[in-house]
């Protein structure tokens, strides 16, 4: 069974930092492309960031670069969310996902590209 479970989100004050995780079991990682989406209360989804398989392709929300960085320990199978300077609008769901790259250059940020997807881990930066 495929699996990507997400951890390390948590209560945060401002200007703090996290490091989301995401585990994925009963597939490899070396073949896809992954992502990290997050929903705010009450607002819609939205892609936060993305890196193909090859790490030749690399998304950052304008909200977010600068502060996060996306990586891959395919040795470990797992993803990584790097968040530094957290801010109060940073709270939210925070979803991995993934998809087949086979070209190696896939990175969307678009929610339909994705076909794996986590439960998702709660991040709230308050003070």
């Known amino acids: 069974q495929l699996r990507l479970v997400e951890s390390g989100g948590g209560l945060v004050q401002p200007g703090g930092s996290l490091r989301l995780s995401c585990a994925a079991s009963?597939?490899?990682?070396?073949?896809?492309?992954i992502a990290w989406f997050r929903q705010a209360p009450g607002k819609e989804r939205e892609g936060v960031s993305c890196?193909?398989?090859?790490?030749?392709?690399?998304y950052y929300g304008d909200s977010v670069k600068g502060r996060f960085t996306i990586s891959r320990d395919n040795a470990k199978n797992t993803v990584y969310l790097q968040i530094l300077s957290l801010k109060p609008e940073d709270t939210g769901d925070y979803y991995c996902a993934a998809v087949e790259d086979p070209f190696g250059s896939n990175c969307r940020a678009r929610q339909n590209n994705y076909r794996y997807w986590g439960q998702g881990t709660q991040v709230t930066v308050s003070s």
């Open positions: 890196l193909s398989r090859s790490e030749t392709s690399t």
């Open positions: 009963g597939f490899s990682l070396d073949y896809y492309a």
